[in-house]
Antibody, heavy 116, light 110 residues
Framework: VQLVESGGGVVQPGGSLRLSCAAS????????VDWVRQAPGKGLEWLAFFGTDRTYDYYADSAKGRLTISRDNSKNTVYLQMNSLRVEDTAVYYCVAGKDHAFIHWGQGTLVTVSS | QTVVTQEPSFSVSPGGTVTLTCGLS?????????PSWYQHTAGQAPRTLMY???SRSSGVPERFSGSILGNKAALTITGAQADDESDYYC??????????FGGGTKLTVL
C-alpha cells in the first residue's frame, strides 16, 4: 500500500499550488480520500474529504473557499488545489485514504512553505 | 466552535499502563463520533491505531485498546514500551462530513 504526495514547495503569499497524491497497492476506488496537514509545532488538522463516487466533498472552515479536493479514479490520484495561500498555510500536507469512518492509509506528506 | 481536547503530555514507566483521553469542549463523546486514534512520530506518516472507538487497525498490538470512558473516548496502552514514545492524536466525526482532530498528547516512556 502506498500513497505518494507531490507538488509541495515554496510559494509566495497569495499564490497557488496543486498537490497530487498517487495511490497504489489497494482498491483506491472503494476508499474516500482526505487531506490532513500539520503546521510547524502544531497538531494534525483535517482539511477536506472527497467521497468514492465523486458526488460530494466536505471542507474544514479553514479550507472553505480556498482549497478544493478532487480525485481521478482512472489515475488512482487525489488532488488538492490551494489558492490565495497564506503564511499560516505552511505545513506538511498528508493525503489519507479511508473507509468505515476511519483514516486507514496515510502518505508520507509533502511540505508546503508559504513565504515571501 | 467545538474543540476536541486531549492531555498535552503524559508520562508512563516502561511496562506500565496509561490511558489517554479525548473529550469535547461542549458535550460528551459517544460512538456516533466514531473516535479514532493515531500515533505520529515527526518525519513519518501517522499510523492508524484504533478506529470506530475500539476496532484495532491491522498490525496494531493487542496492548493498544480503545473505549468510551465516561464522557470521553480513551486509548489505553498496556505494558508500555520505549518505542511507544510518540505523539498521539484522536479525531472525532462532528457530522456533516466534518472531522476535528484533538491537539495531541505527547507520551513519554521513562
Amino acid at each position: 500500500v502506498q500513497l505518494v504526495e507531490s507538488g509541495g514547495g515554496v510559494v509566495q503569499p497569495g499564490g497557488s499550488l496543486r498537490l497530487s497524491c498517487a495511490a497504489s497497492g489497494f482498491n483506491f476506488n472503494s476508499f474516500g480520500v482526505d487531506w490532513v496537514r500539520q503546521a510547524p509545532g502544531k497538531g494534525l488538522e483535517w482539511l477536506a474529504f472527497f467521497g468514492t463516487d465523486r458526488t460530494y466533498d466536505y471542507y474544514a472552515d479553514s479550507a472553505k473557499g480556498r482549497l478544493t479536493i478532487s480525485r481521478d479514479n482512472s489515475k488512482n490520484t487525489v488532488y488538492l488545489q490551494m489558492n490565495s495561500l497564506r503564511v499560516e498555510d505552511t505545513a506538511v500536507y498528508y493525503c489519507v485514504a479511508g473507509k468505515d469512518h476511519a483514516f486507514i492509509h496515510w502518505g508520507q506528506g509533502t511540505l508546503v512553505t508559504v513565504s515571501s | 466552535q467545538t474543540v476536541v481536547t486531549q492531555e498535552p503530555s503524559f508520562s508512563v514507566s516502561p511496562g506500565g499502563t496509561v490511558t489517554l483521553t479525548c473529550g469535547l469542549s461542549s458535550g460528551s463523546v459517544s460512538s456516533t463520533h466514531y473516535p479514532s486514534w493515531y500515533q505520529h512520530t515527526a518525519g513519518q506518516a501517522p499510523r492508524t491505531l484504533m478506529y470506530t472507538t475500539n476496532s484495532r487497525s491491522s498490525g496494531v498490538p493487542e496492548r493498544f485498546s480503545g473505549s468510551i470512558l465516561g464522557n470521553k473516548a480513551a486509548l489505553t496502552i498496556t505494558g508500555a514500551q520505549a518505542d511507544d514514545e510518540s505523539d498521539y492524536y484522536c479525531v472525532l466525526y462532528m457530522g456533516g462530513g466534518i472531522w476535528v482532530f484533538g491537539g495531541g498528547t505527547k507520551l513519554t516512556v521513562l
